[in-house]
């Protein structure tokens, strides 16, 4: 089995900063891409941003120059650096991931719980 645990998020006011982390644990042979996605209230789970193994990455445009996505590869991690936030960033944000799976070499797609970020004006 794998999964993907979440921390960070919070209440924080505009301008301010977050930080979301994610881990993967489990039966995997390979990551193959992850990212965190969104859902504001009443709307659907929306892509912000995801990085592959390679290290390409690619942003929505609303957090362009505001959010930044990283990984690390050994520990299986990824993270998203939140800055100048705005209160439509407000929101359930997930977590994300592409897994080759270590014996069966299939690939899944994994989501995390959700942390809530809500930023306040």
């Known amino acids: 089995q794998v999964q993907l645990v979440e921390s960070g998020g919070g209440l924080v006011q505009a301008g301010g900063s977050l930080r979301l982390s994610c881990a993967a644990s489990g039966s995997i042979f390979t990551i193959n891409s992850m990212g965190w996605y969104y859902r504001a209230p009443g709307k659907q789970r929306e892509l912000v941003a995801v990085?592959?193994?390679?290290?390409?990455?690619n942003y929505a445009d609303s957090v362009k120059g505001r959010f930044t996505i990283s990984r690390d590869n050994a520990q299986n991690t990824v993270s998203l650096q939140m800055n100048s936030l705005k209160p439509e960033d407000s929101g359930v944000y997930y977590c994300n991931a592409d897994i080759t799976r270590y014996i069966t070499r299939y690939r899944y797609i994994y989501w995390g719980q959700g942390v809530q970020v809500t930023v306040t004006s």
């Open positions: 990085v592959t193994s390679g290290g390409s990455t």
